[in-house]
């Protein structure tokens, strides 16, 4: 069985300073990992994807995550934030290209000024 | 392409009445899913299909079915409406590496 643990409920961060959102899972096999973005009252949208390849990946608005196979981790990260960054981020796994999508619990980045 | 599509976008229920939530995909992908989305808990599959004919559970599917008869449509039921079905609900199409989901159906149960 998959799991998906999201270390942080709620990050609290200044406008232009960095985070990271953290991201651990469980899996016996390969996976694919994925980090959602949610703005209030909208769907979800894909910030980026780790499929194969380098485990460096970026996404859009400037995100960017790192997969560590040996830690099992995804870690979520971006320089500077914006208050418009403020939204619920999600971190998923799949362990095939079936759609099944196994998602973490949710971490509320909210941006001050 | 209008992408994923969910109707009704809201709905109030009293315990016990059945309802069918839609859900289309204009984009022919083989792959459909149903989440349900509670405060603290993120997304929980409920049911998906991996094509026309073919359904199976998912984290949990209590209390809804679902069929697949063509690859556009993909409705969930809700037999017997519980106030633990009270969520937001949302319906998700994929290709082979990537799911699009629809805006959601926000379910009250009396």
């Known amino acids: 069985a998959q799991s998906v643990t999201q270390l942080d409920s709620q990050v609290p961060v200044f406008e232009e300073a960095p985070v990271e959102l953290r991201c651990n899972y469980s899996s016996s096999v390969s996976v694919y990992l994925f980090w959602y973005v949610q703005y209030p009252n909208q769907g979800l949208q894909l910030l980026l994807k780790y499929l194969s390849g380098s485990t460096l990946v970026k996404g859009i608005n400037g995100f960017e995550a790192e997969f560590n196979k040996s830690q099992t981790s995804f870690h979520l990260r971006k320089p500077s934030v914006h208050i418009s960054d403020t939204a619920e981020y999600f971190c998923a796994v799949s362990s095939s290209n079936t759609g099944k999508l196994i998602f973490g619990q949710g971490t509320t980045l909210q941006v001050k000024p | 392409n209008a992408g994923v599509t969910q109707t009704p976008k809201f709905q109030v229920l009293k315990t016990g009445q059945s309802m069918t939530l839609q859900c289309a995909q204009d984009?022919?992908?083989?792959?459909m899913s149903w989440y349900r989305q509670d405060p603290g808990m993120g997304l929980r599959l409920i049911h998906y299909s991996v094509g026309a004919g073919i359904t199976d559970q998912g984290e949990v599917p209590n209390g809804y079915n679902v069929s697949r008869s063509t690859t556009e449509d993909f409705p969930l039921r809700l037999l017997s409406a519980a106030p633990s079905q009270t969520s937001v609900y949302f319906c998700a199409s994929s290709r082979s590496d990537e799911q699009f989901f629809g805006p959601g159906t926000r379910l009250t149960v009396l």
């Open positions: 984009m022919n992908h083989e792959y």
